[in-house]
């Protein structure tokens, strides 16, 4: 059958859009623009969030880098971003307790940032053996929350440090929410689990 474009989804040409902005709004930095990319990709789709939000953390993260990469390309290498609408969370290990606050100076310069949570560590023993096991431990909850029914994997993020599980998103529910904690205190080796997850119904989602 000869290809139609009329026959194509509604969205999908919102999602190019969504995703030409992203590079537009990444200027000259390449690292930027793929970055802004593939998260308009994986966020635009989310039942919670909705896509509004998503193409606005989106154009947040890439801001953010973009601030990063410029300003000192190892902060940008070793710090962790995380958006959720405008809420965004910092995670990593920086050498220097300098980088760590730079990190932060530079994350409120993005516009539309309405909150910035620091759990940046000043921490320069962690090695490859802990970058495999913080890896590890980020995909087995993902594979978990993917495959429970009860649970909306699309609406969480997870970022992994030092054995720390550090979850943003919206939940449905607090049993849903309570579902993902216990998911992941489940998993071997992980020594904390912090949670920035507000429910769909909580007042600061549109403060």
Known sequence: MPFRPALLPAFVPALILAAGFA??????????AAAGV???G???????????RSVADTEIRIAINDLWFKADEEMFRKVNLQVQEGRVLLTGNVRLPEQRVEAVRLAWQAPGVREVINEIEVNDTS?????????????QLKTDLLFDQDVSSIDYSIETVNQVIYLMGVARSQAELDRVIGHAKDISYVR??????LLKDDPRRTS
């Open 42 to 52: 994986a966020t635009a789709a989310q039942s919670e969030k909705g896509f509004r």
């Open 23 to 32: 590079i537009l709004a990444a200027g000259c930095s390449p690292i930027g």
């Open 192 to 197: 904390r689990v912090v949670n920035y997850v």
């Open 127 to 139: 090695g490859l053996t802990d970058l495999a096991r913080d890896t590890w431990i980020s995909t």
């Open 38 to 40: 593939g998260a308009v």
